[in-house]
């Protein structure tokens, strides 16, 4: 059975940073293309960042530069290093699964809350 | 960046009715389209993809169409565990969402 349990979240300061990590079982993560997605408060889903099988990153314009995602294969585990937090970042965190090739999400996490804030 | 647009931002249905959701695209995505449903405090769930193929487990009540720009999601009869917001997402490009209908007990 796939599935994504994220953890990290919580309250920093504008400016600070945090890493989210996404424990997977049942698959690879390296195997597969990997996707943070989040959600602010009562509003719509944003994709945030991808890894592909390959090792190559992209990320969404507005946390290009100061967010960073990662995997670490021997621990079957996705990361998302968030840095110079803003309020606007202030989100429930998904990491989610892509199959083969494409990017929509068949596999998602339960979240996890990050809050940016003084 | 490919803005995808959502109608009607809410839907009021009684159960056992059809409900009809729309999504277009500021430019073809071809059919690189997909459908989730969000319950309140839950992740998104995969319904659609490729713009009409139900996702594993998804019951046959759910049906998608279109291409292009120009999508629809039906659901046949809706029960009560339906009752959600649905969220497009085109993949033809980075990943973008409109911005969601929230189908509600009429």
């Known amino acids: 059975e796939v599935q994504l349990v994220e953890s990290g979240g919580g309250l920093v300061q504008p400016g600070g940073s945090l890493r989210l990590s996404c424990a997977a079982s049942?698959?690879?993560?390296?195997?597969?293309?990997m996707s943070w997605v989040r959600q602010a408060p009562g509003k719509g889903l944003e994709w945030v960042s991808v890894?592909?099988?390959?090792?190559?990153?992209y990320y969404a314009d507005s946390v290009k530069g100061r967010f960073t995602i990662s995997r670490d294969n021997s621990k079957n585990t996705l990361y998302l290093q968030m840095n110079s937090l803003r309020a606007e970042d202030t989100a429930v965190y998904y990491c989610?699964?892509?199959?083969?090739?494409?990017?929509?999400?068949?596999?998602w996490g339960q979240g996890t809350l990050v809050t940016v804030s003084s | 960046e490919i803005v995808m647009t959502q109608s009607p931002a809410t839907l009021s249905v009684s159960p056992g009715e059809r409900a009809t959701l729309s999504c277009r695209a500021s430019?073809?995505?071809?059919?690189?389209l997909a459908w989730y449903q969000q319950k309140p405090g839950q992740a998104p769930r995969l319904l659609i993809y490729?713009?009409?193929t139900r996702a594993t487990g998804i019951p046959a009540r759910f049906s998608g169409s279109g291409s292009g720009t120009e999508f629809t999601l039906t659901i046949s009869s809706l029960q009560s565990e339906d009752f959600a917001v649905y969220y497009c997402?085109?993949?033809?490009?980075?990943?973008?969402f409109g911005q969601g209908t929230k189908v509600e007990i009429k």
């Open positions: 490729g713009a009409s």
């Open positions: 049942g698959f690879t993560v390296s195997s597969n293309y």
């Open positions: 989610a699964r892509c199959p083969p090739r494409d990017m929509y999400f068949d596999y």
């Open positions: 890894i592909y099988s390959g090792g190559s990153t």
């Open positions: 430019q073809s995505v071809s059919s690189n």
């Open positions: 997402q085109q993949y033809n490009n980075w990943p973008t």
